[in-house]
C-alpha cells in the first residue's frame, strides 16, 4: 500500500536531510561515515516494520513512523550538539532499543508473567535504584549519582523504573479496580476506599517516590507522581482524587521549597531568572534566548549557538530545537509527541483486558507528562526539572527504556484488533 | 549554487517533509477512527441493539448476597463467564470456576456450554453436561450464584442505567 511506504520513507528522509545540512555546514563533505547514524536508523527501522508485518497482523501502523521521525531528530540533534562519541553511543542504544522493541512486540509468553509477579519486578526496579546509593556514578564526573556503569555503558535505573511501576500500577489496579471503587469506609464526612485495598498500593508508590526524592531525582518523582494520578483515575473513574492530589502536589512542593535547596533553586529560577540570569538561572535564561533567536523560522540546523546553553543535548535539547528549527519545528515535534499519546490512548480503549487498558494508558500518560513537564520547563511555563524529552535527548537507558514501552504498545494494538477480528468470524 | 541557497533549501525541505508526515499521520488516524466507527461488526465499544445479537444476565436476589442484586451483565457473544479477569462477565464467587462457563450465538441460537467447572453449570436446576440451547427467561446458575437469561428480541430497549459501575 502506497500510503505505508509514504509514512515509513518520511521520517527516514527527514532524518538525512537534517545530516546532509550538518555536514554541509561544517565542511560541506558528504563522506559516507557521517551517514553512518541515518543509515542504522534505516536499517532498524525498515527491518522492524517487516518483521512486525510479518508478526502481528493488526499492528499500529503509525506508531513506529512516529517514533522513527523522532529518533531521527534526536540523531541529528546529539550529532548537532555533543561530541562524535556521543553519537556512536546513542546509534548503539538506538540499535539496542530496536531489538528491546521487537521482544516487547513479538516474544510468544504473552503478557501474563509480567502481570502476575508485579511485586517481583517492582522490588528488581527497586533494587537497582538502591544500588545507584553505593555504586551509582555520573557520566559527567559531576552531580547527582543516578547511574550504574560498567565498561563504559552507564545505565539510569529510574528509567527502568518508570516501566516497572506502570507495570505494578496496571497490575494492581486491574485486580482491585472493583474494590477500590465498591468498598469505602466512612471517614468523617467522606467516603474514601477501604484502607486494605489502597495501602499496599500506596507504600510501593510511596516508597519509590521517596527514594527518588532522596536521590535528589526531582523529574522523576514528578512523573511518577502524574502518572499514578492519571492511572488510577483511569481505573476508578473518580476524578475527586485527582483534584485532591494536585492540592497534595502543591502542599507538597511548598514544603519542599523550604526543606530541599534543589526545590527552592529551581521555583526561584522559574519566578524571575533575571535576577541572577549569569549565575543559578543562567541555563534557563540562554535556553529562553535561543527560543528568542530561532524565532519562526529559525536559523537553520547547525547555523546557530546552542552551545550556549548547559547540557543542551539532554534535558535542554527542546531550546536548541527552538533555536535552529524555530517556532515551526518546536510546533512540529509537539504535534509528532501529542499524535504519540492519542495513539497510545486509542489503543488502550480497544483492548478487553484492564490489565492491558491500564498499561498502555500508563504508558501514554507517561510520554504526555514527560515530555510536556521538560518543553513547557524549557520555556519556563513550570519550574524546571530534569528529565528527558523522550526518543530525542541523549541518553541511552531513556530511549532504551521508550522502545520498550512502544514494543508493548505495539503488541496491544496487534492483539486486540486481532481478537475482534476472531470474534468477528466466529458469528 | 552558492552554499547559502542550498542550505536554506534544505531547510524548507525538513519543514516540508515534517509536516506532510505529520499530515499523513493525521490523516491515517481519522481513517482508523473512521472505521472503527462504521465497522457493521460493532465493536465493544459501539454496541447498538440490532446490530448484532444482544441480550443480558440479571442477577437472581438472593437473600444471603444482599449487595448482589440488581446486578445486570451484557452479553456479547461468544461470552466467556468465571471468575478470572479477562473473561467478559467477571463472578466474583469462590464457588465459580476461573474459566466457568460461555454463551455462544449461532444464527440467531443461543447457547450455552460447561467449560469443565468444578462445580458445575446448572440451567433451570438441571446440570449441564453438554451445550445446551438457551431460551428468554431461563435461570443459569453457577456456583452460589443465580442469573436469569433474558435477550431483546431486537426491539426491546436494554437500559444500561440499571448497570453498576
Redesign the interface.
Known amino acids: 500500500m502506497g500510503?505505508s511506504v509514504?509514512?515509513s520513507g518520511?521520517?527516514l528522509?527527514?532524518t538525512f536531510?537534517?545530516f546532509?545540512?550538518l555536514s554541509?555546514?561544517e565542511d560541506?563533505q558528504l563522506t559516507p561515515a557521517r551517514f553512518m547514524a541515518p543509515a542504522l536508523l534505516a536499517v532498524c527501522a525498515l527491518a522492524a516494520t517487516w518483521l512486525l508485518q510479518r508478526q502481528l497482523p493488526y499492528y499500529d501502523?503509525?506508531l513506529l513512523?512516529?517514533i522513527t521521525?523522532l529518533i531521527g531528530w534526536g540523531l541529528a540533534e546529539v550529532a548537532r550538539l555533543a561530541p562524535p562519541v556521543f553519537l556512536l553511543r546513542q546509534t548503539l542504544w538506538m540499535v539496542l532499543g530496536s531489538g528491546a522493541l521487537l521482544g516487547a512486540a513479538l516474544l510468544p509468553q504473552g503478557l501474563r508473567w509480567l502481570e502476575r509477579f508485579r511485586y517481583t519486578w517492582l522490588l528488581l526496579g527497586l533494587f537497582l535504584l538502591g544500588m545507584t546509593f553505593f555504586l551509582g556514578v555520573n557520566p559527567s564526573g559531576a552531580g547527582a549519582r543516578l547511574w550504574l556503569g560498567a565498561a563504559g555503558f552507564y545505565f539510569q535505573p529510574s528509567e527502568l523504573l518508570k516501566l516497572l511501576m506502570i507495570v505494578f500500577l496496571a497490575s494492581y489496579l486491574?485486580?482491585r479496580q472493583?474494590a477500590l471503587?465498591?468498598v469505602n469506609v466512612q471517614l468523617h464526612r467522606w467516603r474514601i476506599p477501604h484502607p486494605a485495598y489502597v495501602s499496599p498500593l500506596l507504600f510501593m508508590w510511596g516508597f519509590s517516590i521517596v527514594l527518588l526524592l532522596w536521590q535528589r531525582d526531582l523529574g522523576a518523582a514528578v512523573l511518577f507522581f502524574g502518572v499514578f494520578l492519571a492511572m488510577f483515575y483511569a481505573a476508578t473513574?473518580q476524578g475527586i482524587y485527582v483534584l485532591a492530589s494536585c492540592i497534595l502536589l502543591i502542599g507538597a512542593g511548598a514544603v519542599g521549597y523550604h526543606i530541599f535547596d534543589v526545590v527552592a533553586l529551581r521555583v526561584d529560577a522559574w519566578l524571575n531568572p533575571w535576577e541572577e540570569a549569569s549565575g543559578r538561572s543562567f541555563q534557563i535564561v540562554q535556553a529562553l534566548l535561543a527560543f528568542a533567536s530561532g524565532g519562526v523560522?529559525?536559523q537553520?540546523?547547525g547555523?546557530g549557538l546552542p552551545g550556549a546553553i548547559p547540557v543542551v543535548h539532554t534535558d535542554f535539547v527542546f531550546a536548541a530545537v527552538g533555536e535552529e528549527?524555530g517556532l515551526?519545528?518546536t510546533l512540529?515535534l509537539v504535534?509528532?509527541f501529542m499524535?504519540l499519546v492519542?495513539?497510545a490512548f486509542?489503543i488502550a480503549?480497544?483492548c478487553?483486558?484492564?490489565?492491558e487498558r491500564l498499561l498502555a494508558v500508563g504508558i501514554g500518560a507517561l510520554f504526555g507528562l514527560q515530555s510536556l513537564v521538560i518543553m513547557a520547563g524549557t520555556l519556563k511555563m513550570i519550574p524546571l526539572t530534569g528529565v528527558t524529552l523522550p526518543f530525542i535527548s541523549y541518553g541511552g537507558s531513556s530511549l532504551l527504556v521508550s522502545m520498550t514501552m512502544v514494543g508493548l504498545l505495539l503488541r496491544l494494538s496487534s492483539h486486540a484488533i486481532a481478537l475482534?477480528h476472531s470474534?468477528?468470524e466466529?458469528? | 549554487m552558492d552554499m547559502e541557497w542550498v542550505l536554506l533549501i534544505l531547510r524548507v525541505l525538513a519543514v516540508l517533509i515534517l509536516y506532510a508526515f505529520l499530515l499523513l499521520v493525521a490523516y491515517l488516524i481519522w481513517r482508523d477512527i473512521q472505521t472503527v466507527t462504521s465497522d457493521p461488526q460493532g465493536r465493544r465499544n459501539t454496541v447498538g441493539a440490532g446490530e448484532k445479537p444482544i441480550a443480558w444476565l440479571r442477577m437472581v436476589p438472593d437473600a444471603d448476597m444482599p449487595s448482589q442484586s440488581e446486578t445486570v451483565f451484557v452479553v456479547l457473544p461468544p461470552a466467556m463467564l468465571g471468575r478470572a479477569e479477562d473473561n467478559q462477565i467477571v463472578l466474583r464467587d469462590e464457588w465459580v470456576s476461573a474459566y466457568h462457563a460461555r454463551i455462544d450465538n449461532r444464527a440467531g441460537q443461543w447457547w450455552l456450554t460447561d467449560l469443565g467447572s468444578r462445580n458445575g453449570t446448572r440451567l433451570n436446576d438441571a446440570l449441564v453436561t453438554e451445550t445446551t440451547p438457551l431460551t428468554k427467561g431461563d435461570v443459569i446458575g453457577l456456583g452460589r450464584l443465580k442469573l436469569r437469561f433474558e435477550t431483546g428480541d431486537g426491539t426491546a430497549h436494554l437500559d444500561l442505567n440499571t448497570t453498576p459501575k
Open positions: 500510503w509514504l509514512v518520511l521520517p528522509i527527514f536531510v537534517a546532509v545540512q554541509l555546514v560541506a501502523r503509525v513512523p512516529l521521525l486491574s485486580q472493583a471503587v465498591e473513574g523560522f529559525g537553520g540546523l547555523q528549527y515551526i519545528g512540529g504535534v509528532a499524535l492519542s495513539r486509542r480503549l480497544s478487553q483486558r484492564m490489565f475482534q470474534r468477528g466466529k458469528m
